[in-house]
């Protein structure tokens, strides 16, 4: 299996005060480079949706794209950039307020999706699907392309179109905290989790 990862940070981040999610510091490093360090090893490439603050995400050392379409369409935005840019074929979504991501969600993710033959396989936990956390097949590539023409803008319900399955991280569930605000951010370092 050779998967594409494609880390989602091309959000307005309205609710971190317009501050740029990714580049919040946790633990004395931006976010996104806590995603970086804990999804490069697991595959053949990363690279990074981002629409603001372009020369900072470009100092992280890998690729970084900007959405393809004029008016802000949310995430599906990035799922679009990813499957138009990956190598390989299947595509890992993770957004870029994840530091905290398994050392191994892109192998667990491929395994449930190869065992049902699925096209997307999306995290669960806490009986939650987190859709933006992810791997499809990137041959998915025109259905998503046909579904953001038609005026589609919710990643959930172009996912659930498609031959679609949940995969269960109960016993990750620190995982999938949202880092909504700075406060978010604040009260997780609080706690001390190791990374």
């Known amino acids: 299996m050779a998967i594409s990862a494609v880390i989602l940070s091309g959000g307005r981040a309205t609710r971190m005060g317009g ?4 580049l919040v510091n946790f633990q004395g490093k931006p976010l996104v480079q806590h ?4 999804i ?7 690279f990074i949706n981002a629409n603001r603050e372009l020369p900072t995400y470009k100092s992280f050392g890998v690729p970084v794209f900007t959405d393809d379409q004029a008016d802000f369409i949310g995430p599906l935005a ?3 950039i990813g499957l138009l840019h990956a190598k390989h074929p299947y595509l890992l979504t993770i957004p ?14 491929y ?3 190869d065992a049902l033959n699925a096209d997307i396989a999306v995290a669960k936990s806490d009986g939650h699907a987190h859709p933006v956390i992810s791997l499809c097949r990137t041959a998915l590539l ?11 803008r919710k990643v959930s319900a172009w996912q659930k179109s498609q031959q679609y399955i949940e995969v269960d991280f109960d016993d990750s569930r620190e995982a999938f905290i949202n880092l909504n605000t700075l406060h978010d951010v604040a ?9």
């Open 19 to 22: 501050v740029d999610k990714g």
């Open 35 to 38: 995603v970086i360090e804990r």
């Open 40 to 46: 490069q090893p697991q595959v053949d490439e990363v």
């Open 78 to 80: 990035g799922f679009y």
């Open 96 to 109: 870029c307020d994840s530091p905290l991501m398994p050392f191994d969600i892109a192998n667990r993710l």
């Open 111 to 113: 395994r449930s999706l």
């Open 142 to 152: 025109p259905s998503l392309r046909n579904a953001i023409q038609q005026g589609e």
């Open 187 to 195: 009260e997780l370092e609080s706690q001390h989790l190791g990374i």
